[in-house]
């Protein structure tokens, strides 16, 4: 049986989570407490060896750890609904989406975050080694991730999903993107008003709530 490891309030097993509602699949799922520092220990170490989560666990006990790896896996498993594309034009543009999402925003948001928080004082980085926080890093994440979310919503003047016309991995990443930056106070912009229709939109998909 696959066995999934989460942590509810993270972000990243989220987007695991969302991917899995649309598809309509359910896999038993372990709980790892990040907030006591659970993925450190020398159980889940044993796990994913770089200390975070998600991680999908196969049938023949090999470990996926990356999001992309476990929901192409899922989607091979599950065609339907398309949620990494139906040709190689849509496959293409989901990646590269994501890409950005993942680097343009996400990553500058958890530096915003994670050099911003008490509680992550020395880690300051996800995995094994513990890294001291650098406060300069908190301004200039802000700078990046606000002028991503400005793209995307110039993006989303001309386009309904971020690819296209329907929904995708990179619609679910985008979605996460946004509510983890309001952990940084980093909120959709007033003038934002495509960003802001398109994130009513998929926020309001029973999937969002996963
Ligand atoms: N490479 C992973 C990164 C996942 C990741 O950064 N997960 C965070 C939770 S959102 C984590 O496990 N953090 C552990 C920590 O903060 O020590 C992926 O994209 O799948």
């Known amino acids: 049986m696959m066995k999934f490891y989460d942590c ?3 972000p990243s097993p989220r987007r695991v989570r969302i991917f899995l509602h649309e598809k309509g699949v359910e896999i038993p799922t372990v709980q790892v407490d990040l907030g006591s520092k659970e993925q450190l220990g020398d159980d889940f ?5 770089d200390c975070t989560v998600p991680v999908l666990e196969l049938e023949d006990g090999s470990r996926l750890t990356e ?6 896996y899922i989607e091979a498993l599950h ?20 890409a950005k999402i993942e680097q343009l925003g996400l990553a500058a948001l958890a530096e915003m975050f994670r050099n911003n928080t008490r509680g992550m004082r020395s880690r300051a980085l996800t995995g094994p080694i513990d890294f001291e926080q650098i406060p300069a890093l908190v301004e200039r994440g802000r700078v990046r991730a606000e002028a991503f979310l400005a793209r995307l919503n ?7 999903f971020i690819v ?20 940084s106070n980093v909120l959709i912009q007033e003038h934002w008003v495509h960003l802001q229709r398109w994130y009513d939109e998929v926020s309001n998909r029973s999937s969002a709530s996963a």
């Open 8 to 10: 509810q309030p993270a």
């Open 45 to 49: 170490r044993a796990v994913n060896p």
């Open 67 to 72: 999001i992309l790896a476990i929901c192409h």
């Open 79 to 98: 065609p339907e609904p398309r949620l990494l594309g139906r040709d190689a034009k849509e496959q293409a543009l989901i990646l590269m989406w994501n």
């Open 154 to 160: 110039e993006h989303l003047s001309s386009s309904e």
């Open 164 to 183: 296209g016309d329907r929904f995708t991995l990179a619609d679910i990443s985008a979605l996460v993107m946004i509510d983890f930056a309001k952990w």
